[in-house]
Every structure is written in C-alpha cells, then in structure tokens.
C-alpha cells in the first residue's frame, strides 16, 4: 500500500468546480495582480483569524519579512527566533536588515521555550517572533507579558497554524501581527505561492499595503522603499474557494491523530509530541520521536509511505547562517529533536487502513 505523506488531490477533485469557477471568474475579471478576489479573501481571512485586517502577500517568507519591514525593524536591531524551525524566519529577519537571536524550544512540543527567550532580551530587542510550529498554537500569554513589559513587537509564524486556537482564541489575532502561508500542502493551501498578515493595527496594514507594491499608493507615486510582492488574483480566489472547508479538513486532522495516538501509546519506541490541553492542534504535520530515526524513515520508505523530517537540521546548524556565531552543540533540546523527529503521513482523506499501514509498519 502507497501512503504519500500529502495527498493534494483529494482536496482539489472534491472541489473541483468550486475552483474552476473561481479561476474563471479572475479570467473574465483581468484582474491576475491583486484585484477583487484578494480583497474578498482578504477580509474573509481577516474574519476567520478575528482581527480588522488581513494583507495578501506573495508568500509566507514575504509577510515575515514585510511585517518587520512595515514595523520599522532593521539594522541594529535584535529579533528572538527560535532555533527549531524553517530557515524562512532568520531569512526574513536577515532580509528586514535586523539580526536573528535564536533560543532553544522545550522538549515536549518542539515549540518556543518562554524561559529561553526571557534570557535572551536585551536592549538591543525589537521583536519576539514565535512559531505555532506543526499546527500546534504556542502558550503565548508568557510571551505578550514579556512584550508589553519591554515594548517589544510580538509577531505570530502562523504558516503551519491555519484555524488553530489556544485559550479559545484563533492564532493571527494573538500578537501585532501573524503571518501566514498558503504554500500548496499547508491547511489552506493555494495552488502555488501565496502569503498574508493579519494584524488590527491600521497603520501596520497601510504601510504593508504599500510596500507589498513597490511603496506605492498611487500608481507612479512610490512613498517607501518596497517591491513586487502581491497576491496574485488566481491564487486569493483558489483559497477562496477553499476556506469554508478549513475547520471541516482540521477537524479531520485532528482525528487521524487521535487514531494515531491511540494506535501508538503502548509502542515504547516511539512517542508522539505533546498535545497542549488548552490549545486547539490543527495538525498540519504529526510528528513522532524514534530512535535510529534515519533508517526508520528509510524501512517506512521502503515500505511506500512518504515519512519525512521537519526539520534535520536546526538553524544555529545551518550553513547560510554560520555566520551568526552559534555553536553547534548549543540549544541541546534542538539537537536532541533534529536526531529523532519524523513526520508521518497526515492529510484530510488519509484512510483507517493507510493509518493502520503506516503504524504497522512503523
């Protein structure tokens, strides 16, 4: 039995003509850089998330970037990132102008140690960009304690954390500002690049607008210094089409984990990563720890099912950003996780018996 780690097929054929009619509609409308179906997305997306505003942008990286950009962050100033997560944080932190400090996550979840990034501000401190790495909502009221008192800026990762709630709220609406990616295999995944902020700052919003478009408010009048990075028309109406069967999809997430977790809770070489029981998990990966993780991944390869690592190697690790000065065995917890995590197949659609399949084979 063939079990890929993603299936994006299943979500396209079901809404099939749900899609075609949109891309049509963004034909008819000539309108394939920004336009109506962005600005219709737009506010829906900023509905879903419970804030005023929603930017569409070119990808996840991009709003990132673009927040700390729109906010004023740049040279001198110092970002918290933790070290456990896509090289697209330090990248846009890199890009803003502004310096990466990294700081290690706790062992349970893989997500942000609050400890850790108290120890790590300074007065050089701008921002604290914590990341609802695999789905999972970060505790966050430690963190916007931690901002107030410091005047920092508290930017959400939401890339990996479509529809996810902690404490009853929606990530996107528990900082200054969240971004989001809609990469093709992401909860709400368009059909290709695309990205957006949501924030309820207006000022935020405005200066993000304008710096998405090369500065520009009006055509031909560049008021800051921005670039070429909208939402494309064609892709803001494919997630149009697909947001209403966001909580349905999440929803089946969440329980082909249960099924997991329960098929794996007597399995003493493998445990799964914590659930937090105030947060709502939306599961865009499930993640398990094994021992001798890289010939596991290579028998569940063997035996047809798409396993994969999220991720090998931790950003203080990373070759484009030794230059940062980490150690290699510094953030131990990172270390330990990079050696034995290994995402396993989830997706709305995956099958009791593909499950069955992959845990039998695990």
Same mark, same amino acid.
């Given at each position: 039995?063939?079990?890929?780690?993603?299936?994006?097929?299943?979500?396209?054929?079901?809404?099939?003509? /749900?899609?075609?009619?949109?891309?049509?509609?963004?034909?008819? /409308?000539?309108?394939?850089?920004?336009?109506?179906?962005?600005?219709?997305?737009?506010?829906?997306?900023?509905?879903?998330?419970?804030?005023?505003?929603?930017? @569409?942008?070119?990808?996840?990286?991009?709003?990132?970037?673009?927040?700390?950009?729109?906010?004023?962050?740049?040279?001198?100033?110092?970002?918290?990132?933790?070290?456990?997560?896509?090289?697209? $944080?330090?990248?846009?932190?890199?890009?803003?102008?502004?310096?990466?400090?990294?700081?290690?996550?706790?062992?349970?979840?893989?997500?942000?140690?609050? $400890?850790?990034?108290?120890?790590?501000?300074?007065?050089?401190?701008?921002?604290?960009?914590?990341?609802?790495?695999?789905?999972?909502?970060?505790?966050?009221?430690?963190?916007?304690?931690?901002?107030?008192?410091?005047?920092?800026?508290?930017?959400?990762?939401?890339?990996?954390?479509?529809?996810?709630?902690?404490?009853?709220?929606?990530?996107?609406?528990?900082?200054?500002?969240?971004?989001?990616?809609?990469?093709?295999?992401?909860?709400?995944?368009?059909?290709?690049?695309?990205?957006?902020?949501?924030?309820? $700052? *207006?000022?935020?919003?405005?200066?993000?607008?304008?710096?998405?478009?090369?500065?520009?408010? *009006?055509?031909?009048?560049?008021?800051?210094?921005?670039?070429?990075?909208?939402?494309?028309?064609? *892709?803001?109406?494919?997630?149009?089409?697909?947001? $209403?069967?966001?909580?349905?999809?999440?929803?089946?997430?969440? *329980?082909?984990?249960?099924?997991?977790?329960?098929?794996? /809770?007597?399995?003493?070489?493998?445990?799964?990563?914590?659930?937090?029981?105030?947060?709502?998990?939306?599961?865009?990966?499930?993640?398990?720890?094994?021992?001798?993780?890289?010939?596991?991944?290579?028998?569940?390869? @063997?035996?047809?099912? @798409?396993?994969?690592?999220?991720?090998?190697?931790?950003?203080?690790?990373?070759?484009?950003?030794?230059?940062? @000065?980490?150690?290699?065995?510094?953030?131990?917890?990172?270390?330990?996780?990079?050696? /034995?995590?290994?995402?396993?197949?989830?997706?709305?659609?995956?099958?009791?018996?593909?499950?069955?399949?992959?845990?039998?084979?695990?």
């Amino acid at each position: 039995m063939r079990v890929p780690l993603v299936d994006l097929s299943l979500v396209h054929s079901d809404l099939d003509s /749900e899609i075609g009619s949109a891309i049509r509609r963004v034909i008819e /409308e000539n309108s394939f850089a920004g336009g109506p179906e962005v600005e219709a997305f737009e506010r829906r997306f900023a509905s879903a998330c419970g804030t005023r505003y929603c930017v @569409g942008v070119s990808s996840g990286t991009a709003a990132l970037e673009l927040i700390l950009r729109a906010a004023g962050v740049g040279e001198g100033d110092e970002v918290i990132v933790p070290v456990n997560t896509f090289v697209a $944080d330090a990248e846009a932190v890199l890009l803003a102008g502004a310096t990466p400090v990294f700081v290690d996550c706790v062992e349970p979840t893989g997500l942000i140690d609050p $400890d850790a990034v108290a120890a790590a501000v300074s007065s050089a401190t701008s921002a604290i960009m914590p990341v609802h790495l695999y789905g999972q909502p970060v505790r966050m009221q430690p963190l916007q304690e931690l901002a107030a008192r410091h005047g920092l800026l508290l930017i959400e990762d939401a890339c990996q954390a479509h529809g996810a709630r902690i404490d009853g709220r929606p990530v996107g609406s528990l900082g200054d500002a969240a971004a989001f990616s809609f990469y093709p295999s992401k909860n709400l995944g368009a059909m290709g690049d695309a990205g957006a902020v949501t924030t309820d $700052d *207006q000022t935020l919003a405005d200066r993000l607008r304008m710096i998405r478009d090369h500065g520009s408010r *009006q055509k031909y009048c560049h008021e800051l210094l921005g670039g070429s990075h909208r939402m494309d028309g064609i *892709q803001a109406a494919v997630l149009g089409a697909k947001l $209403d069967c966001l909580d349905r999809w999440n929803e089946q997430r969440r *329980q082909i984990a249960a099924s997991y977790r329960v098929a794996l /809770e007597l399995k003493d070489s493998v445990s799964c990563l914590a659930d937090l029981s105030d947060g709502q998990h939306v599961y865009h990966l499930f993640v398990v720890r094994v021992g001798e993780r890289d010939s596991v991944m290579e028998g569940l390869h @063997g035996a047809g099912i @798409g396993a994969a690592i999220h991720y090998p190697v931790p950003l203080h690790r990373q070759p484009s950003l030794a230059g940062l @000065g980490y150690a290699a065995e510094q953030f131990p917890v990172a270390n330990r996780l990079a050696e /034995e995590i290994l995402s396993l197949p989830i997706f709305p659609g995956l099958t009791t018996d593909q499950v069955d399949w992959v845990v039998s084979a695990l």
